[in-house]
């Protein structure tokens, strides 16, 4: 192969890979694993940082401060009924240990998929009570308490 093709060849697997990596994550039902429709949730927040977790499946306001108070008084209003005022667990589970209904509670992109989608039992969707944004800080506040083995906090690695 000559070297113009070569580079050209190349470049074009750069291209797609590049591609790749920009893709956005597929987001499932929690139960049945189903695609999730984000065109039904609620409007509002940041598209941008929502973006961002569609890109990745990181949560980027895990950490900042101001996103979590933000996402504490939106558990409180939306949550707490069932997970209690701390999380420490009522008619649902409690979040702030390292045991999960479902495992992949275990990353940001499994809490989010239970958040938005749901999960067996009463914990409806979400997406028509919160947006994406407001599950993404409310998300950010469940890590912030969390008081299980670090080494088993997939979101933070």
């Not at 275990?106 to 039992?121: I, M, P, R, S």
């Not at 914990?123 to 969390?146: A, K």
Request: proline share 4%; aromatic share 10%.
């Amino acid at each position: 192969m000559n070297r113009k093709k070569l580079f050209a060849v190349s470049a074009a697997g750069l291209v797609l890979i590049s591609s790749a990596a920009l893709a956005e994550i597929t987001f499932r039902n929690a139960i049945t694993g189903a695609p999730l429709d984000m065109s039904v949730a609620k409007s509002g927040g940041n598209e941008a940082v929502f973006n961002q977790f569609k890109e990745t499946g990181k949560n980027p306001y895990n950490g900042n401060k101001e996103a979590v108070e933000k996402g504490h008084n939106l558990y409180l209003t939306a949550c707490s009924g069932c997970h209690g005022h701390e999380a420490e667990g009522k008619l649902g589970p409690g979040l702030a240990d390292d045991y999960w209904t479902y495992p992949a509670n275990a990353t940001d992109k499994g809490l989010f998929e239970v958040l938005f989608g749901g999960a067996n039992g009463m914990m409806g969707p979400q997406y028509v009570n919160l947006s994406t944004d407001e599950m993404l800080m409310i998300m950010s506040w469940i890590r912030d308490i969390y008081k299980g083995d670090p080494k088993k906090a997939k979101w933070l690695k």
